[in-house]
């Protein structure tokens, strides 16, 4: 089964400064997706980035970009600049191709600083 | 914008109460589904719907069983609600043509914080 793995319960960062945001996952399939979601407080939840395995370029939006290291079965977020309104949980989450169901971890709840 | 809209954003049961959770979208997706959120455990599925009337369990089943009459609806019903199932629970929806491409996304409605006492 695949599994995916946030090891971070909480980060913290500057406003106006870069944070990571780590994930591993576990799969034996070499056709996926990997995305990554945003739940801000009492907000629902929404889709801040999303990477297709086959591709080897790190997808980016606006200030968000990924660190996907398929060998290693690694696929961190960056956040750029952050801001206050980045302050989420986010969760990190898997699909195999042609399967409808998604594989979350646990989450990282971000925190912004002034 | 695609809208998912839950019944309840809080809800409190006692042990035992039949429950009931809904779920409305307006975007005539196929895919419709259902999973709680427990800290530290992000969020786990219980059930999904890839068509009216069809259904298949999801990592979590036990407890719960769910309704889909009607495309745009989708329930979640605790037969005998329990305290172990005291938790946050998501519905999501998606367009489902997208699947092969990867394109297929899925929108979340706000989340029902149920407690069972």
């Known amino acids: 089964a695949q599994t995916v793995t946030q090891s971070q319960p909480e980060m913290s960062v500057q406003e106006a400064e870069t944070v990571t945001l780590s994930c591993t996952y576990d799969?034996?399939?070499?056709?996926?997706?990997l995305f990554w979601y945003k739940q801000p407080p009492s907000r629902q939840m929404i889709l801040v980035i999303r990477?297709?395995?086959?591709?080897?370029q790190n997808a980016t939006e606006n200030r968000f970009s990924v660190n996907f290291q398929k060998a290693a079965k690694s696929f961190s977020l960056k956040i750029s600049d952050s801001q206050l309104g980045d302050a989420a949980m986010y969760f990190c989450a898997y699909r195999r191709f042609g399967a409808q169901k998604l594989v979350f971890g646990q989450g990282t709840r971000l925190t912004i600083n002034p | 914008d695609v809208k998912v809209t839950q019944s309840s954003r809080y809800l409190v049961k006692r042990t035992g109460e039949k429950v009931f959770l809904e779920c409305v979208q307006d975007?005539?997706?196929?895919?419709m589904f259902w999973y709680r959120q427990d800290p530290g455990l992000g969020l786990r599925l219980i059930y999904f719907s890839y068509d009216v009337k069809m259904k298949e369990k999801g990592d979590i089943p036990e407890g719960y069983s769910v309704s889909r009459e009607k495309k745009e609806r989708f329930s979640l019903i605790l037969e005998s609600a329990s305290t172990n199932q005291t938790s946050m629970y998501l519905c999501a929806s998606s367009p489902g043509q997208g699947l092969l491409m990867g394109t297929d996304t899925q929108y979340f409605g706000p989340g029902t914080r149920l407690t069972v006492l």
């Open positions: 990477q297709e395995a086959y591709k080897q």
């Open positions: 975007m005539d997706h196929e895919n």
């Open positions: 799969t034996s399939e070499s056709d996926y997706y």
